[in-house]
């Protein structure tokens, strides 16, 4: 019986011999995520004035005199309202600064985020 030489191949194209280890080399491609984002939430209370609220609102989330009156009336009909949305150390120190700004203020105002 007279042997056949086989060219040189890739490892896709040899014959099934089943005492071969094929291995496949896989790319991977690493795609960045996106952060999760949080929402900043204002909790309405019986005793934080109303100007104080539309006051923390324009100084620390940027808003106008007209935005920052209007959500401060959804918090105070609806109970709470979506301040913004940020990513998790904005949220966090946004959410700190409201709670301390109330706080040094002697207003009970909360300020929470949960992750949308």
């Not at 056949?4 to 005492?19: C, E, G, R, W």
């Not at 401060?72 to 949220?91: I, N, P, Q, R, Y």
């Not at 109330?102 to 105002?109: E, F």
């Amino acid at each position: 019986m007279e042997l056949q030489a086989f060219p040189p191949t890739l490892a896709a194209d040899a014959p099934n011999d089943p005492d071969d280890d094929v291995g496949f080399v896989t790319k991977t491609r690493t795609r960045s995520q996106r952060p999760p984002l949080y929402k900043v939430l204002i909790l309405n209370d019986d005793y934080t004035p109303m100007e104080f609220v539309v006051h923390v609102l324009e100084r620390f989330f940027g808003m106008t005199h007209a935005q920052s009156f209007e959500l401060m009336l959804t918090v105070h009909k609806k109970g709470v309202a979506v301040v913004g949305v940020f990513s998790f150390e904005v949220a966090e120190t946004k959410v700190g600064q409201v709670m301390d700004f109330a706080r040094r203020h002697q207003h009970p105002l909360q300020c929470t985020m949960e992750k949308e």
